[in-house]
């Protein structure tokens, strides 16, 4: 399973685009890319999930470039309720997800 | 849906006493995942059920631990006895399949052992 880097924490202002990227050198070819989000006291929530170039929901835009071995987060206009930890995950051809420290995102007012 | 849905969402016990953690799946979906969340090892899979059936329980972290998944609709985590260092915050998550299919959690039992 491909191990991924991120930054352990970010800080933001309300009203900020938030880009957070993450490094997965050893992805595989069948591998998809998925972010969760978890405030305190909840479960991991998905946010999106994508394979390759550009996918955008509601919640947010993932940008994965041709080579795959990173892709970053962009949560657009945050607030404060987006404080949160946000985890990148590679995966897919398992069940198993491998959630790493995940990227700690305050986002002041 | 009302999503997964876990019980108790906090429990204090003593050490040495038994511990029974319940999740409901949200219907429909195949596949079962048991997490355990702490500050120093991040979110751990324990165990992972497709079809009621076990199929992964590498993560179970000793036999004092044990899941079963007597229909589609709940599954529990048994911890005899608990010890200390069982204190955690343990997830429940479902997906309609295994693979790429998407994990929804539930909102976690808050187990603090004494």
């Known amino acids: 399973l491909a191990k991924t880097t991120q930054p352990i924490s970010m800080d933001s202002y309300e009203g900020q685009e938030v880009n957070i990227t993450c490094s997965h050198n050893n992805i595989a070819t069948n591998d998809y890319i998925t972010w969760y989000q978890q405030f305190p006291s909840q479960g991991p929530r998905f946010i999106i999930q994508?394979?390759?170039t550009k996918v955008t929901n509601e919640v947010a835009s993932l940008f994965i470039p041709a080579d795959r071995k990173s892709s970053t987060l962009s949560l657009p206009r945050v607030s404060l309720s987006d404080t949160a930890v946000y985890y990148c995950?590679?995966?897919?051809?398992?069940?198993?997800?491998?959630f790493g420290s995940g990227t700690r995102l305050l986002v002041r007012p | 849906d009302a999503g997964v849905i876990q019980s108790p969402r906090h429990e204090v016990t003593e050490m040495g006493q038994e511990v029974t953690l319940r999740c409901k799946p949200i219907s429909g979906h195949n596949s079962l995942f048991w997490y355990r969340q702490t500050m120093m090892r991040g979110l751990e899979l324990l165990i992972y059920f497709n079809n009621n059936v076990p199929i992964d329980d590498s993560g179970m972290p000793e036999d004092r631990f044990s899941a079963k998944m007597p229909n589609a609709s709940f599954s529990t985590l048994k911890i005899q006895p608990s010890e200390p260092r069982d204190s955690a915050v343990y997830f429940c998550?479902?997906?309609?399949?295994?693979?790429?299919?998407?994990?929804?959690f539930g909102p976690g039992t808050r187990l603090t052992v004494l």
């Open positions: 998550a479902s997906s309609l399949n295994e693979r790429t299919d998407t994990q929804y």
């Open positions: 994508g394979y390759k």
């Open positions: 995950l590679v995966g897919g051809s398992s069940y198993k997800l491998i």
